[in-house]
């Protein structure tokens, strides 16, 4: 060591002395060398004269603020372990700029003596060859002894120094700085395991600022507990569901918080279990509030028993609905959708728009094709749970083993073929808005028992399930059925009746607001014209007449459905009486006289007729189911439930 020090000693001075360069040199080191000389630096200088004002530097440590903070214990670690050793560890920037320099007592006290201090530059064209600026341009670990270094007051120091690289950019440098004299053959290997500790460090940050950012914009609230139930992370929508401020709610346990209250006690036992939960409702009480929420909790596993517990994510039932509202339940229709300037038919409109205005359950009743749904859906939309789902179910249209499971919801298992997880019945889709039951009268009786129930409990229990879920929905229902009759042959429960019809509507039938036909006509041909983007087509007065003769079996739907075909059959600019009078269904007169009689007694026979028309169907077809089908409108498998109903299999 001794001859190497001597032997580059005197390059050194025959450097500085004659202005040559001696060869012989590490590589690194000569090339420096050459192009501090290229510099025309003041080699006699005994102290670093380049030091930054106290303003520029705090303004270079704020901006390497981040870089600070996860390096500075790693290097205390490391002053720490070389304590008495007479060196300093020193963080600069990529400048490279000292930033920070700490050590023991006396190695400060050197360092300063040099101005190796904070503040301090250590650019190659300012003070010539030093490990700072080699690290910087080689891109590498460097390490600096003595008379390798270009200027007079840093020979009797030895230097090693790492670049820190981050997204393949030098942010930084780390040094090892002491009097030659302390020079160790392990400062370098330091150096380098502690830039990796930083590099590591910044990628781990950067990993947990990304996970971070990804918690804080998710829409539902998470929040991870420990074993012991310490709330170690929770995101802002979360303590936002909770009532409380994401500090108050850190550290905190949440047993404590959820106390010993009824209504906690299953979200805690599958806590304290380890148990999944998937999707499920839950009713929490925190203090006075009651906050109803779908929950997911997947216990986390780890061989350290000190990195075990739960990820929660909850999701408040309002912003479950406002998402299922905007996607699968949406009400379409409005009042303003709605046209007729019949007397009675005005007072439906008005009696329906009162109906919107209270949250009472609403029965409608009125033939096929008359406009319940749309009438449903405009009631709903001028309520107060506009913004919440709307989700509509055909009471007649499943079979009688689905209908329960539709419903009210089932869990895993509950029969075969269930989905995994479960699924959530039309009740809990629809909670904070309105579930219509089309068909209603059509339910099987045991079915209209369960209903009651969920409508007197305000709540559902899913099939296979033994939680109970409570629910706030709007009711409102509709039938084609005679609802009276069904009531006295004890087809339909009384009491459902009750309380399903708080609020009853009657629509007319078609046939019973004849005034209304030309602007129903009208109506729809120009609607239909503009959804098939073909020019307005008018209607031949004849058709208008024609239309006011018929009786409407099939009521609006029936007129509308007419007005699709026909247009689209037509090449002329006008719907003449031609197309028209093949989809007007001739009815007997004696069908006629029924449908009188049916009108007058607000449709007491719509059974007897609705079997008439079956029969006359199935004669005019040759027996054939699905064309008979077709011309009711209705499906082969409600054509086959009527069939048994009227005792025609």
């Not at 001696?22 to 060398?33: A, F, G």
Request: glycine share 6%.
């Amino acid at each position: 060591m001794a001859t190497a020090y001597r032997e580059i000693r005197s390059k050194w001075e025959e450097l500085h002395r004659n202005q040559q360069l001696i060869k012989e040199l590490p590589m690194d080191i000569q090339d420096s060398w050459q192009r501090s000389m290229q510099y025309h630096i003041d080699y006699r200088m005994k102290t670093n004269p380049y030091i930054c004002t106290n303003r520029e530097l705090g303004a270079l440590q704020e901006n390497s603020a981040h870089l600070i903070s996860l390096a500075l214990p790693i290097m205390e670690n490391l002053s720490r372990f070389v304590a008495g050793t007479g060196f300093v560890v020193l963080l600069a920037d990529a400048t490279p700029c000292a930033l920070k320099v700490i050590g023991d007592r006396d190695a400060l006290a050197w360092a300063t003596k040099t101005h190796l201090v904070e503040g301090s530059m250590w650019q190659e064209n300012l003070l010539g060859t030093n490990a700072g600026s080699l690290a910087k341009d080689l891109g590498r670990p460097v390490s600096v002894y003595g008379y390798e270094h270009f200027s007079l007051f840093a020979v009797s120091s030895a230097a090693s120094c790492s670049p820190i690289i981050y997204h393949n950019k030098i942010i930084g440098i780390i040094a090892m700085v002491a009097p030659f004299a302390r020079v160790s053959n392990h400062t370098l290997g330091m150096v380098v395991a502690a830039s990796n500790h930083i590099e590591s460090a910044l990628t781990l940050n950067k990993i947990s600022e990304y996970n971070r950012v990804i918690m804080e914009s998710m829409s539902e609230g998470v929040l991870v507990v420990d074993t012991n139930g310490k709330i170690t992370y929770i995101n802002k929508n979360c303590a936002d569901i909770l009532g409380q401020n994401v500090a108050f709610l850190t550290g905190n346990n949440i047993y404590t918080l959820l106390g010993n209250l009824e209504e906690n006690q299953y979200f805690i036992n599958s806590l304290v279990r380890g148990r999944t939960m998937t999707d499920e409702s839950v009713v929490l009480s925190l203090g006075k509030r009651k906050i109803r929420c779908n929950i997911t909790s997947t216990p986390l596993e780890s061989p350290d028993s000190n990195d075990s517990g739960t990820v929660i994510i909850l999701r408040e039932s309002r912003r479950i609905g406002r998402l299922i509202g905007s996607n699968i339940g949406k009400a379409k229709m409005s009042f303003d959708d709605i046209m007729g300037k019949n007397r009675e038919f005005q007072q439906v409109i008005r009696n329906s728009k009162a109906a919107a205005r209270s949250d009472s359950n609403v029965l409608l009743l009125g033939e096929s094709g008359t406009g319940k749904d749309v009438l449903a859906q405009a009631i709903h939309n001028a309520s107060p749970r506009r913004d919440h789902p709307f989700v509509a179910i055909n009471c007649a249209a499943l079979p009688r083993e689905l209908i329960a499971s539709e419903l009210f919801g089932y869990e895993e298992g509950a029969f075969t073929g269930a989905r995994k997880g479960g699924n959530m019945g039309k009740f809990e889709l629809a909670d904070q808005g309105t579930i219509f039951l089309d068909e209603i009268g059509d339910m099987p009786l045991d079915l209209q028992a369960s209903l009651l129930r969920v409508l007197e409990e305000k709540s559902v229990m899913r099939l296979g399930g033994s939680k109970i879920n409570m629910i706030n929905t709007r009711v409102i229902a509709a039938t084609n059925k005679d609802i009276e009759a069904a009531l006295e042959r004890n087809t339909f429960r009384r009491d459902l009746f009750y309380r399903l019809g708080v609020i009853r509507i009657k629509i007319p039938a078609l046939r019973e607001r004849k005034d209304d036909i030309p602007l129903l006509a009208r109506y729809f041909a120009d609607s239909i014209c503009r959804r098939i983007n073909i020019p307005a087509k008018s209607l031949n007065p004849e058709v208008i007449e024609a239309f006011k003769e018929y009786e409407w079996p099939g009521n609006v739907r029936e007129l509308q459905n007419i007005l699709e075909g026909v247009i689209q059959l037509s090449d002329k600019d006008d719907i003449s009486l031609d197309l028209v009078k093949d989809y007007l269904i001739t009815i007997p007169e004696e069908e006629k006289g029924r449908q009188k009689k049916h009108t007058e007694q607000k449709a007491l026979t719509l059974d007897e007729l609705e079997k008439h028309l079956i029969l006359q169907y199935l004669a005019e077809s040759d027996n054939n189911k699905n064309e008979t089908a077709r011309k009711l409108g209705i499906s082969r498998r409600t054509l086959y439930r009527r069939l048994g109903k009227y005792g025609l299999i």
